[in-house]
């Protein structure tokens, strides 16, 4: 059963990839990593950031609710960190604050990465993320994809997506990435306090699939390039309706925290699987199955 | 594991920069000497700590360092934690001999094994200065051979504590194990020793952390992930980790010098 996929032009030996923000900080973390089609790198920008303080983790029901505040060494320290990395694949995930900004990470980071992935969508990080505006997303995509040669993957949550993920088609985005986490927010009723530091963060996990799959079905409808869905996946199962909803490729997170990075290797094993026993000859028949 | 909020059921001062907090969380009973629990101070800070007394009540001994800890200083009885955990790799149990080494406030992860763990057990505790050294008289009230070391001299050796170990290793005392705790600089000597000298080891490491959960990456020492992969981590491992005793990582993933 075979497993090969791609998103445009990046080639992927497994449509399963490591979602950024997760055991990316350091090369020895996304070396653990080789199972995977490809891993997307900690999301960096041109300086140092520390992020917000602690608590910017907590763990729910369903998922998991975080605000990390985008820390990271900055590009030319990260860059440090991935040269000659041992992975199948890298995908380097950058944030910027304006066009310029984009274009001079993703410049920087070309050398070291197979493909770009402009974060777009951060829930929680002022005019970074999701705080880009809609009207300036043309334009900086259109000039990363002058800075760089390689493919450029925009990454958006699902605040506004359908027109947001159109002006990323527009700047030439060879795909987009849907969804981020949920903004959200989890209160300590004994003591009335908002447990992050940051207050207010991005839910991940099980909880948010269904929004992720609607997204994912929805934006196939909106624009021609591929999608990688992202959100909630911990199952091969998972996998597949994000798949058969129009997803070229997905991205694991939160799945890490609940099945350890084994994910990779037992989800890969459990498509094939699947793929058997429903008589698919290959995963690139599922994709946008549930679209005819 | 979901955080729960407890109230502080006993504050004891045990040095001028050491304080015990004591609750009772279900979950924490049973944790294995080792393990740590993130430490939530509402609208403060979270903080990785490791359990220093496991049982029908547990606590966590923290030193007065930075911002956090020195909040938590100012908290009494009755004030409010929250607690997720325990986590991580725990020490594990094995040999007759036994050999524990503790620099500051390390004493406070190797109690609970001390406590738990039988056969015949030294002890060697150091200390910047004699009223800093941590357990030291509830040390003295159990079945152990304890030395003290402390660095201006004002309480057993002067020096370091891995001064002490050369001197057993003269005398020839052979350990089954050995376990330590305290700064990275004297685990690494810690284990220099133990692997000249074949002894199994195990030490317990400390890095900045976020998650407390194997997902952010924060805690990473060459590939291991010190929240999840330890933080007790053995000899073996630690041979092979370039990091250990080196260089650790600050809040932004960069690395600086330890």
């Not at chain 1, 809609?134 to 900086?140: M, Q, V």
């Not at chain 2, 325990?86 to 390390?106: D, I, M, N, Q, W």
């Not at chain 2, 050369?166 to 052979?174: L, V």
């Given at each position: 059963?075979?497993?090969?996929?791609?998103?445009g032009?990046?080639?992927?030996?497994?449509?399963?990839?490591?979602?950024?923000?997760v055991?990316?900080?350091?090369?020895g973390s996304?070396?653990?990593?080789?199972?995977?089609?490809?891993i997307v790198?900690?999301?960096v920008g041109?300086?140092e950031?520390?992020g917000?303080?602690?608590p910017s983790?907590?763990?729910?029901?369903?998922?998991?609710?975080n605000?990390?505040?985008?820390?990271?060494?900055?590009?030319?320290?990260?860059?440090?960190?991935?040269?000659g990395?041992?992975?199948?694949k890298?995908?380097?995930?950058?944030?910027?604050?304006?066009e310029?900004?984009f274009a001079?990470v993703a410049?920087k980071?070309?050398?070291?990465?197979d493909a770009?992935?402009?974060?777009?969508?951060?829930?929680h990080a002022?005019?970074?993320?999701?705080?880009?505006?809609?009207?300036k997303i043309?334009?900086?995509?259109?000039?990363?994809k002058e800075?760089?040669?390689?493919?450029?993957?925009?990454?958006?949550?699902?605040?506004?997506?359908?027109?947001?993920?159109?002006?990323?088609?527009?700047g030439?985005?060879d795909?987009i990435?849907?969804?981020?986490?949920?903004?959200?927010?989890?209160?300590d009723?004994?003591?009335?306090v908002?447990?992050?530091?940051?207050?207010?963060?991005?839910?991940?996990g099980?909880?948010?699939?269904?929004?992720?799959?609607?997204?994912?079905?929805?934006?196939?409808?909106?624009?021609?390039i591929?999608?990688i869905?992202v959100g909630?996946?911990?199952?091969?199962?998972?996998?597949?309706?994000?798949?058969?909803?129009?997803?070229s490729?997905?991205?694991?997170?939160t799945g890490?925290?609940y099945?350890?990075?084994?994910?990779?290797?037992?989800i890969?094993?459990e498509?094939?699987?699947?793929?058997?026993?429903?008589?698919?000859?290959?995963?690139k028949?599922?994709i946008?199955?549930a679209?005819? | 594991?979901p955080?729960?909020?407890h109230?502080?059921?006993?504050?004891?001062e045990?040095?001028?920069?050491?304080?015990?907090?004591?609750?009772?969380?279900?979950?924490?009973r049973?944790?294995?000497?080792?393990?740590?629990?993130?430490?939530?101070?509402?609208?403060v800070?979270?903080?990785?700590?490791s359990?220093?007394?496991?049982?029908?009540q547990?606590?966590v001994?923290?030193?007065?360092?930075g911002e956090?800890?020195?909040?938590?200083?100012?908290?009494?009885?009755?004030?409010?934690?929250?607690?997720?955990?325990?986590?991580?790799?725990?020490?594990?149990?094995?040999?007759?001999?036994?050999?524990?080494?503790?620099?500051?406030t390390?004493?406070?992860p190797l109690?609970?094994l001390?406590?738990?763990s039988?056969?015949?057990k030294?002890?060697?505790?150091?200390?910047?200065?004699?009223h800093l050294?941590?357990?030291?008289?509830?040390?003295?009230?159990m079945?152990?051979?304890?030395?003290i070391?402390t660095?201006?001299?004002?309480?057993?050796h002067?020096?370091?504590v891995?001064?002490?170990?050369?001197?057993?290793?003269?005398a020839?005392?052979?350990?089954?194990v050995?376990?330590?705790?305290?700064?990275?600089?004297?685990m690494?000597?810690?284990?220099d020793f133990?692997?000249?000298n074949?002894?199994?080891?195990?030490a317990s490491?400390?890095?900045?952390?976020?998650?407390?959960?194997?997902?952010?990456?924060?805690?990473a020492i060459d590939?291991?992930?010190?929240?999840?992969?330890?933080p007790?981590?053995?000899?073996?491992?630690?041979?092979k980790?370039?990091?250990?005793g080196?260089w650790?990582?600050?809040e932004?993933g960069?690395k600086?010098?330890?």
């Amino acid at each position: 059963m075979c497993l090969e996929t791609s998103v445009g032009p990046l080639k992927m030996k497994n449509p399963l990839m490591l979602a950024s923000g997760v055991l990316d900080m350091t090369r020895g973390s996304m070396e653990r990593f080789r199972e995977a089609g490809a891993i997307v790198t900690k999301s960096v920008g041109m300086g140092e950031r520390k992020g917000y303080g602690n608590p910017s983790v907590v763990e729910l029901e369903h998922g998991l609710l975080n605000a990390m505040g985008l820390p990271n060494p900055g590009v030319d320290e990260y860059l440090k960190e991935i040269e000659g990395i041992d992975v199948q694949k890298i995908v380097g995930s950058i944030f910027g604050k304006d066009e310029h900004e984009f274009a001079r990470v993703a410049k920087k980071i070309e050398v070291a990465v197979d493909a770009i992935e402009m974060n777009m969508s951060c829930p929680h990080a002022g005019s970074y993320g999701a705080g880009f505006p809609t009207d300036k997303i043309s334009d900086a995509v259109s000039a990363v994809k002058e800075s760089v040669n390689i493919p450029v993957f925009v990454k958006l949550g699902m605040e506004n997506i359908g027109r947001r993920a159109r002006a990323a088609e527009e700047g030439g985005a060879d795909a987009i990435v849907a969804i981020n986490t949920v903004r959200a927010m989890s209160i300590d009723i004994e003591t009335a306090v908002p447990i992050l530091s940051n207050k207010v963060g991005g839910y991940s996990g099980p909880a948010i699939k269904p929004i992720g799959v609607r997204c994912v079905y929805e934006l196939s409808e909106e624009v021609d390039i591929p999608i990688i869905g992202v959100g909630g996946i911990t199952t091969a199962e998972d996998v597949i309706e994000y798949m058969m909803a129009g997803a070229s490729a997905v991205q694991i997170g939160t799945g890490v925290y609940y099945r350890g990075e084994k994910i990779f290797e037992e989800i890969s094993k459990e498509l094939r699987e699947w793929l058997e026993a429903h008589e698919y000859g290959r995963i690139k028949d599922v994709i946008g199955a549930a679209r005819a | 594991m979901p955080m729960r909020v407890h109230a502080i059921e006993k504050v004891v001062e045990n040095t001028p920069i050491h304080k015990t907090f004591y609750f009772n969380d279900r979950e924490c009973r049973n944790a294995e000497p080792g393990q740590f629990i993130m430490v939530w101070i509402p609208g403060v800070d979270e903080m990785p700590m490791s359990l220093s007394v496991i049982g029908k009540q547990q606590a966590v001994t923290v030193e007065a360092k930075g911002e956090g800890t020195k909040k938590m200083h100012e908290m009494k009885e009755g004030d409010k934690i929250g607690i997720r955990g325990p986590y991580g790799k725990g020490f594990s149990l094995s040999g007759e001999k036994k050999l524990f080494v503790a620099g500051g406030t390390g004493i406070a992860p190797l109690m609970p094994l001390i406590k738990m763990s039988g056969g015949k057990k030294t002890v060697i505790l150091g200390a910047r200065s004699s009223h800093l050294l941590l357990f030291e008289e509830e040390l003295k009230s159990m079945d152990v051979e304890l030395h003290i070391s402390t660095d201006d001299g004002s309480e057993g050796h002067k020096g370091f504590v891995t001064d002490l170990l050369e001197e057993m290793a003269d005398a020839d005392k052979k350990f089954d194990v050995a376990y330590a705790c305290g700064p990275e600089i004297m685990m690494r000597k810690v284990l220099d020793f133990c692997l000249e000298n074949s002894i199994p080891m195990e030490a317990s490491l400390e890095r900045y952390m976020k998650c407390g959960i194997g997902i952010c990456g924060s805690c990473a020492i060459d590939g291991y992930h010190v929240c999840r992969d330890g933080p007790v981590f053995e000899s073996s491992i630690l041979s092979k980790i370039e990091d250990f005793g080196r260089w650790k990582r600050d809040e932004s993933g960069k690395k600086v010098e330890i």
